[in-house]
């Protein structure tokens, strides 16, 4: 079902957003994997999604991305319901993981092709943003070549930019400068900054504490609880440390799940 749009103080101001999580939860037998999480996220806001490995991140986003129904609780993404407009869902968000995005036997050309075939765009769409996403990364000349032969932080810019194909309301990065080069994930931090500029939220884990200061506000999952939520300043604040990663070895250190 299609919902009104919400608003929300995100940060220091009203906000429509792009996301609700209420009491979200998923249990797995006698394992809770996720334990009613509640959060907004503003639309054209960068929302830093941590926890340590196993803290409920991945579940969660399988269920914002209406891969997987929650057990309890609700969520609406881009205006609609996870459990029941899952499908409307899918087609209004954009995704890419560090581990798959891409495919690296096709070229640059055919998997803007392909995947802009998958979003639904005519041909005619397809060859309108080819042409400016191949500008915009200085890709042009590299449109022929195999995606398993670009270096990766050339292939994480790439799939970043397809994903944003469609126009998006909401782009998912799960972990999308894992083994990048300092000066690339900078560069990408870029892309993701231009991207919020033109209105696209970005929901985006990292185990780069670094790369959390970036974000307008994150939120820290313990045990698939949020821990912690709020502006980077805020939470150093809170904490009184120095730096995020501070913050999140504390949290972390509590944490009592394998």
Sequence with gaps: MTMPPETSVVGDHPSTLAIRAQ??????GAFTAVDAISFDVGQGEVFGFLGANGAGKTTAIRMLTGLLAPSSGAATVAGFDIRHDAARVRERIGYMSQRFSLYDDLTVHENIRL???IYGLTDEQIASREKDLLSRLAFTSSA????GALPLGWKQK???SVALLHSPSIVF????????????RRQ???LIYQAAADGTTVFVTTHYLDEAEYCDRVSIMVDGHISALGTPASLKA????????????RLA???TKS
């Design 23 to 28: 009491a979200l939860s998923r249990v797995f």
């Design 115 to 117: 995947y802009g075939g």
């Design 144 to 147: 022929s070549l195999r995606v």
């Design 158 to 160: 790439l799939a970043f």
């Design 173 to 184: 990065l799960d972990e999308p400068t894992g083994g990048v080069d300092p000066v690339t």
């Design 188 to 190: 990408f931090w870029e």
């Design 238 to 249: 809170e904490f009184a440390a120095d730096d995020l990663d501070e913050v999140f070895v």
């Design 253 to 255: 250190r509590g944490a």
